[in-house]
């Protein structure tokens, strides 16, 4: 049943059937937003064109709904954010403007049909999405990507020469990890950053290669999740825990080209020990490039952006620096993807050796200790002597 109303912001609604309640929680970055939220929350966002990276840990901690001040998608390119949250039976109130912003963060809201309540009291209204909805509006977007897609291309082409540095002023900190001769796996908390790491967890890469192990950012986290310690943590440390940070990692801050590196404060504050390393682009490119430039001898990357998509959703407008890092890389650099279906299609020699010998101790065993064994084959014996 709807609910009936009674008139805008301040009315009082009545007559519900099975209204949405949860203690709100209120900020405009989801991505600050996500850790505190616990099971049954509603989570308040101010969150234009909502990423995969930002729906997926709102998915992970179990909340009941999630408002949103702006639109999940604006229809400038079809990201794939509001879907996620959808499919995960997540309610989705779109565009109830800058009044939801202004409720208290851990007071105890409803979600009737595409209104919102403190105590009985509407504050906003949006739009009540669904699959069907948003799908029609990423079809619609499909228009403009052409556009959005010439816009991008030209801002990349644009802030190349910003990023000549990645290729011939970089100056690599130093660090105790040795790289020489070895792979490198770089792990990025990117969309299917699990599946991923989960494959090549599995496939057996890590264990015979015994590749560096670095964590950009929350990646440290990442790793620590799937029972591997990260040698090398490096970025601005915005999106790290703690525990990840004292893990024993080496600790590297990417800092900007003038020596600024926001990120130091918090190590600084922990009292941790680190490195700067200068450089323009992002914390996966120069993990990438000083991967590289300390003699890495394959670099495999976990949940790394790529592609157009990948950069809207993280807001930036152009991919420059990844250009010009993916250039300076060449073929050293694989995806983790590639790396793991390798390994899931082969039998490696070592294990099928073990295999073999398993099989003979097995039939020794069974010689030595089975009565029967032994007559039939003291009666072969018998046989080949006479």
């Known amino acids: 049943m709807r609910p009936r109303r009674s008139g805008g912001r301040g009315s009082v609604v009545e007559d519900v059937a099975h209204p949405l309640r949860g203690v709100a929680r209120v900020s405009p970055r989801t991505k600050d937003l996500v850790p505190t939220l616990n099971g049954g929350d509603i989570a308040v966002i101010d969150h234009a064109d909502l990423d995969r990276i930002a729906a997926d840990g709102l998915v992970d901690r179990g909340i009941v709904a999630v408002v949103n001040a702006a639109a999940s998608t604006t229809g400038r390119y079809p990201n794939e954010g509001p879907l996620i949250v959808l499919r995960a039976g997540i309610a989705l109130i779109d565009g109830c403007g800058p009044a939801v912003m202004e ?36 079809d619609s977007s499909q228009e403009n990507i052409g556009d959005e897609f010439s816009r991008f291309i030209a801002n990349t082409m644009r802030y190349v020469d910003d990023n000549l540095d990645l290729l011939t002023d970089l100056v690599v900190p130093d660090v105790s990890v040795k790289f020489a001769g070895r792979h490198a796996l770089i ?43 990260p040698d090398i943590i490096i970025g601005d440390f915005d999106s790290v825990s703690e525990r990840a940070l004292r893990c024993g990692a080496e600790l590297v801050v990417h800092a900007f080209r003038d020596g600024r590196a926001p990120g130091a404060q918090r190590l600084i504050d922990l009292d941790l020990p680190h490195v700067l390393f200068r450089a323009s682009g992002t914390s996966e490119d120069i993990a990438m490039l000083m991967a590289h ?27 420059a620096s990844t250009v010009v890092t993916r250039i300076k890389l060449g073929n050293i650099l694989l995806d983790a993807k590639g790396v793991s279906r390798l390994y899931e299609s082969r039998v490696r020699k070592r294990d099928l050796l073990l295999m073999i010998m398993a099989a003979v101790v097995a039939l020794v065993v069974i010689a030595v200790v089975s009565e029967p064994v032994r007559l039939v084959l003291r009666a072969y014996w018998v046989d080949l002597t006479n």
């Open 187 to 229: 792990v990025v908390r990117g969309h299917d950053y699990r599946d991923d790491l989960a494959l090549i967890r599995g496939s057996g890469y890590v264990s015979e290669m015994k590749p560096v192990l670095i964590g950009v950012d929350g990646g440290a986290d990442a790793l620590l999740e799937v029972g591997l310690k």
């Open 293 to 319: 430039e300390l003699g890495a001898e394959l670099i495999v990357a976990v949940g790394t952006h790529t592609s157009m998509v990948d950069f809207l959703d993280k807001g930036r407008r152009g991919m």
């Open 103 to 138: 409720i208290e963060d851990g007071a105890s809201v409803s979600v009737i049909d595409d209104v919102v309540l403190v105590d009985g009291e509407a504050v906003a209204a949006g739009v009540r999405q669904n699959v069907e909805l948003i799908t029609a509006i990423h």
